[in-house]
């Protein structure tokens, strides 16, 4: 087994300013050590059809499952996710044990 990995895939209500979600958001992996790695990004090209409304896309690492679940009841993630839960229209969350099947150069 690979990773542990995090997605979370969002709407946001209309009228969020999503720089300050973004700038919380990175500040908080920023903080946390074990947050391996963070990456994030917004749909430019999925047909509206297929997107269904979600517009970003957030993906954390961790190295194992403890630290994901470390994580999740560190403070200052349970303080960020009360303005991250306001600002949400719509949201998909995933957790799992990655599966490595092509490495990164």
Not at 44 to 71: I, K, P, V, W, Y
Request: glycine letters at 6%; zero cysteines.
């Amino acid at each position: 087994m690979g990773d542990f990995k995090h997605l979370v895939i969002a709407k946001f209500k209309e009228g969020v300013v999503v720089d300050e979600i973004l700038k919380g958001m990175e500040k908080l992996v920023s903080e946390v050590d074990a947050v391996k790695s963070f990456e994030w990004g917004q749909d430019l090209e999925s047909q509206e059809m297929l997107r269904q409304g979600f517009t970003h896309a957030f993906l954390m690492t961790f190295s194992n499952q403890g630290d994901f679940t470390a994580f999740m009841s560190h403070p200052n993630h349970v303080e960020f996710s009360t303005t991250f839960s306001a600002a949400i229209e719509k949201i998909l969350l995933l957790d799992f044990s990655a599966v490595p099947v092509k490495a990164p150069k």
